[in-house]
């Protein structure tokens, strides 16, 4: 749970927070979740692993999309 809305807003909240996730990269939420699952024994390898997985997916058409997206936004 992150956030706490009006019984009136949950359906917008809800929708308004898919939406977010939807519109990120599918390979590195996969990613992400994959590494989140395991034991806390392994924490030093999954962070060896998701150094890994940063550096592959910098190279991937997504990356270059996102920052072409975030060099190309008008500030102010």
């Known amino acids: 749970i992150y956030a706490v809305v009006e019984e009136n807003e949950l359906e917008a909240s809800v929708l308004a927070a898919a939406s977010q996730i939807a519109a990120k990269p599918p390979q590195a939420l996969k990613i992400a979740r ?8 392994d924490l030093v ?14 190279k991937s058409d997504e990356a270059r999309a996102a920052l072409m997206a975030f060099m190309t936004r008008k500030k102010g």
């Not at 994959?34 to 024994?41: F, H, N, V, W």
Request: aromatic share 4%; proline share 0%.
């Open 34 to 41: 994959d590494l989140m699952r395991g034991s806390r024994e």
């Open 45 to 58: 390898d999954r962070i060896s692993q998701e150094s890994e997985h940063f550096r592959e997916r910098l």
